[in-house]
């Protein structure tokens, strides 16, 4: 009877240590990831300015800042921007998937090259390229230094182009991890069906074209929703690389609702910037997760 009991009580402290060693993190989390975003959407309807106030005004911040044109300059670039950064990022993540897939020599350096830019903050990354890219230090000057006195490369201090210098940095660091997600997934392709169409005469346009790619929807899918979620809340990368300028020609909506909070002490406005940035990312997850769950069912 005795030895039932111990038994008993094992089992019953198996269950309860990780829910008592986890409810500390989990807590924390509650607070201040759940309970700061709620307490976020709270002040959006609020008249906040340099601290959070209680006054309510309903959907007054919301109107306010859908007539700002800084607003509307943040939402323009960052249409051009995650567009072109998700464009490029598959494309040439895709490519270098391919390329690896190959079974090349060197693939053992080549991949962790590729997937060096990753590993470094978005800090980095935009301090970096912004002295690579700064006329007066950067490429431009180099190519003077070597004699080649008509080049010109001013894309960072132009306001028609700087955001094109985001696009690019962004697409360095990221890229390498798009590779890595779609070189699982042609990893993952059974390769009785690669060499079945190939028996059949498929090209190498045509297998890859009607059957490979078909296949990588899913890392398609996963590239897009990551993709799309570190392009809306882009804010790091900007600051070191531009800090929205020249002008507002690289302004963003997180740049935008950093500024409104903070520098221009409009923490109302900044905070419903806030909650249609994280209203447009559930928009982006939910239908994802949602998917993933069915799949899984």
């Known amino acids: 009877m005795a030895q039932a009991s111990d038994v008993d009580f094992k089992t019953k ?32 309807f609020t008249d906040s300015r340099i601290l959070p106030s209680y006054g309510w005004v309903g959907f007054e911040n919301y109107s306010k800042l859908w007539r700002l044109s800084h607003w509307t300059t943040s939402l323009t670039n960052l249409g051009i921007y995650a567009f072109l950064y998700i464009t490029i990022c598959t494309g040439l993540g895709l ?10 020599r060197g693939e ?27 006329p007066g ?7 003077h230094l070597w004699g080649w006195e008509s080049f010109k490369f001013d894309w960072i201090k ?10 690019i940095a962004a697409v360095w660091q990221t890229s390498g991890f798009v590779m890595a997600m779609f070189l699982a997934g042609l ?7 690669m060499k079945a169409a190939q028996i059949d005469g498929a090209s190498n346009w045509n297998l890859y074209r009607r059957i490979v790619i078909p296949l990588l929807r899913p890392a398609f899918l996963s590239a897009f929703v990551i993709l799309s979620h570190l392009a809306i809340k882009s804010y790091d990368l900007v600051i070191a690389l531009t800090g929205g300028g020249p002008g507002r020609a690289t302004e963003l909506p997180a740049t935008f609702m950093y500024s409104y909070t903070f520098t221009r002490n409009q923490m ?7 909650v249609i940035m994280l209203m447009t990312i559930a928009a982006i997850m939910i239908p994802y997760l949602y998917a993933e ?3 899984k069912k």
């Open 13 to 44: 402290l198996q269950h309860w240590i990780p829910k008592v060693v986890l409810s500390p993190s989990l807590f924390l989390v509650l607070l201040f990831v759940y309970g700061f975003i709620l307490f976020t959407v709270y002040l959006s």
């Open 268 to 274: 109302g406005i900044g905070a419903s910037s806030a």
């Open 187 to 193: 990893r993952g392709i059974d390769s009785e069906i």
């Open 95 to 104: 490519g270098l998937a391919i390329f690896l897939d190959q079974k090349i």
């Open 158 to 167: 132009n306001r028609d182009y700087a955001i094109y210098t985001v696009v």
């Open 108 to 134: 053992g350096i080549l991949r962790p090259i590729y997937l060096y830019p990753m590993a470094l903050s978005f800090i980095v990354t935009g301090t970096a390229w912004k002295w690579f890219l700064d």
């Open 293 to 295: 769950l069915k799949e």
């Open 137 to 143: 230090i950067g490429l431009e000057h180099t190519m």
